[in-house]
């Protein structure tokens, strides 16, 4: 009867398995040094190792030469643990065993000692499922069980287990495999089962198993089922079900050109085809976060499961987007995939969401965009201004006024936007070699006499002693500044809502201002 490849290159030892090197080693040792815990829980995603391990556990234990970290692979023990036949060794799975009678009986077994091997051990696979009841009927057992009694409970969600027993047991946590270490395996497999494969073959298999050997391995029979001893990734990936990264460029490759009108074709492409969308979703989340991760750490990443050829081709796109863009990108396919898993419409949720990611890429950053609010102002210091600003000043008559617009310009250039403020709303006036500032109370701290100096030194060669002096009667303000009459009630509401960056961006963003607060009198 044929075996299948999962079975079939099974580990039959610590060496074999693929990955969780701080599993093994502390195994080894613990066995060498003869620290044999009698409760151990191994947690982690499917198709890890973890029932694989405690096998080999079980092997070491029981092997002839044992207790040993290297079982012989020959003697009776070995081979019927392999064969899953022994009946020292008692796997249970919680799933179907899960109740307070099954744990009963299991707690009966225990007391018996083993009939042949040297240790009696208890595998329990999907541990988290057995019930409370279930797990207070087996507290008692764990925590002082024979010497002849080791139990490993096998779990995928490990948060599962009541504290008691965890607290009880020595736990080890098995990763999901690195996909390069995956890969190999693969290629090894293929090599001694005559089937030829490329690496674009074995980087479709392994990411269809997601870190889990088990399934990617499932994924490499079913291939060879379907296309004989020489695998073709294109083949390959139509079995499976999976995109290739050719399909989900053309996502970004209209995102770049901004066409709405390809999202949606590539939408119906995908209905016609008969593809998944929900699948699709997926998958565009993953194009994303794997373009982002791209972008921040380059080609040469381990933290993309791909092969190097794909890798440098998601650099490449990456790099015209920019990581904000890109984070922008996966929240937002991160949403639609969530959305897609209710969604009556399918269809209609996807066309929706890629047609938001084009309108998100068209989206100015809040940065540029007050990049572009002061370009607006600074353009309008130079005297060719426009809007409130530039009413402001041409209402501004005579050499006092001239010195205003010039003094203004000068001070946002030197980035002094509170300073130039203060100038606009006062009344500059020049004589005997002196520009006096009238000016109010609340403008009075922002008209430092250095500040001004400077500004006045970029624009006139000429000496001139500042002097700012205070004007109560509020005949300091420029008139066509005040805002309507429902804001001059306080005057700093006044002066903030006046000042020309603060209209400007009014203008860009729009919104309300509901309270203004003056940081320099708090």
């Known amino acids: 009867m044929y075996q299948v490849i999962a079975r079939k290159y ?70 019927e643990i392999t064969a899953g036949g022994t009946i020292d060794v008692i796997e249970i799975d919680a799933a179907s ?19 042949r091997d040297q240790y009696k051990v ?19 057992t764990i925590e002082e069980p024979p010497e002849w009694v080791v139990f490993v409970l096998c779990t995928t969600e490990a948060h599962k287990i009541p504290a008691t027993i965890a607290s009880r047991c020595q736990h080890f946590s098995f990763r999901s495999v690195d996909f390069d270490d ?92 008969g593809h998944n969308l929900q699948h699709f979703s997926r998958e565009l989340a993953r194009y994303f976060r794997n373009l982002l991760t791209a972008r921040i750490a380059g080609p040469a990443t381990r933290l993309i499961a791909a ?67 002061a370009a607006g102002g600074k353009s309008g210091a130079g005297g060719q201004g426009s809007g409130a600003r530039g009413q ?14 010039a003094l203004h310009a000068s001070l946002m250039e030197l980035g002094m936007a509170y300073t130039a403020d203060a100038v606009e709303n006062s009344r500059v006036v020049e004589g005997n070699g002196e520009l006096q500032f009238i000016t ?3 403008n009075r701290l922002a008209l430092r006499e250095d500040d001004l100096q400077k500004a006045l030194t970029k624009i006139s060669s000429r000496p001139m002693r500042i002097r700012v002096t205070l004007d109560e009667s509020g005949a300091a303000e420029t008139t066509s500044l005040r805002p309507p009459a429902a804001e001059t009630e306080d005057e700093v509401t006044t002066r903030a809502l006046a000042n020309p960056e603060v209209r400007r961006f009014r203008e860009v963003f729009g919104g309300e201002i509901r309270k203004v607060r003056n940081l320099k009198e708090s």
């Open 307 to 373: 092969s190097a050829a794909q890798r440098e081709k998601l650099a490449e796109t990456a790099a015209r987007f920019s990581e904000e863009d890109l984070t922008r990108y996966l929240q937002l396919t991160l949403d639609l995939y969530r959305d897609l898993q209710f969604s009556l419409q399918p269809r209609f949720h996807l066309e929706m969401g890629l047609v938001r990611l084009v309108q998100a890429g068209r989206l100015m950053p809040i940065e540029e965009a007050l990049a572009g609010m």
């Open 182 to 273: 995956l890969t190999a395996r693969m290629a090894w497999i293929c090599q001694e089962e005559g089937i030829e494969a490329d690496a674009e073959t074995l980087a479709v298999l392994a990411q269809a198993g997601e870190g889990s050997v088990r399934d990617s391995l499932s994924a490499l029979d079913q291939a060879i089922a379907c296309c004989g001893a020489k695998l073709n990734a294109a083949e390959v990936r139509t079995l499976l079900g999976a995109f290739s990264l050719e399909l989900l460029e053309q996502i970004s490759t209209a995102l770049v050109a901004s066409d709405s009108r390809r999202m949606l074709e590539v939408v119906d492409e995908l209905e016609r085809n």
């Open 392 to 405: 402001a000043r041409q209402s501004a008559s005579g050499p006092g006024g001239d010195w205003r617009q």
């Open 440 to 442: 109010t109370k609340s």
């Open 10 to 79: 099974r580990p039959q030892t610590f060496r074999e398995v693929v990955n969780q090197e701080h599993v093994k080693t502390t195994l080894e040792n613990a066995i060498a040094q003869k620290r044999i815990a009698h409760g151990y829980i191994f947690s982690g995603q499917r198709g890890t190792g973890k029932t694989t391990v405690a096998r080999i556990l079980a092997r070491c234990l029981n092997c002839i030469k044992g207790p040993t970290p290297t079982p012989c692979g020959e003697c009776a023990s070995c081979r």
């Open 97 to 115: 065993n899960r109740g307070i009678n099954e744990m009963r009986e299991l707690r009966e077994n225990v007391r018996f000692m083993p009939q």
């Open 122 to 140: 208890f595998i329990i696979d999907e541990a988290h499922q057995i019930t409370s009841e279930a797990f207070n009927a087996l507290l008692k």
